[in-house]
């Protein structure tokens, strides 16, 4: 897994590439938005759409990395999930979590 950040006015977009499974990159991806948000970059949008599969561990990081964020006044968003993503934040009941895009000008005009 490798990430990439990038930042488009007060809005810091986290690329991930590759799979995002438990033991490969799911803590990194968590210290990752962690980092941002306690610089007090409290918008992070998780570009997800490299991303072929991801398991429930993984899942459990970003919500962990959510609620951190959270609790400085912050979000996390998620583009570009994939059909198999989308499912696994539906049967974990996430998608009251997180907002999903499918456009990168959309995600960042909803913050």
């Known amino acids: 897994m490798d990430l990439t950040v990038r930042h488009l006015d007060q809005v810091s977009i986290i690329t991930v590439t590759g799979r ?5 990159g799911d803590a990194a991806l968590r210290q990752a938005i962690e980092e941002l948000t306690d610089q007090g970059r409290l918008k992070v949008l998780l570009n997800l759409e490299e991303v072929p599969t991801m398991d429930s ?3 459990g990081q970003i919500v962990a990395a959510q609620v951190h964020a959270g609790r400085k006044g912050g979000t ?7 059909h198999r993503i989308k499912n696994l934040l ?6 009251a979590v997180f907002e999903t895009f499918d ?3 959309e995600a960042i005009a909803s913050f």
């Open 76 to 82: 996390v968003k998620l583009l570009g999930a994939n």
């Open 103 to 105: 456009s990168e000008s």
């Open 20 to 24: 995002v499974l438990l033991g490969e």
């Open 57 to 59: 561990m993984a899942l």
């Open 90 to 95: 539906a049967l974990t009941r996430l998608t």
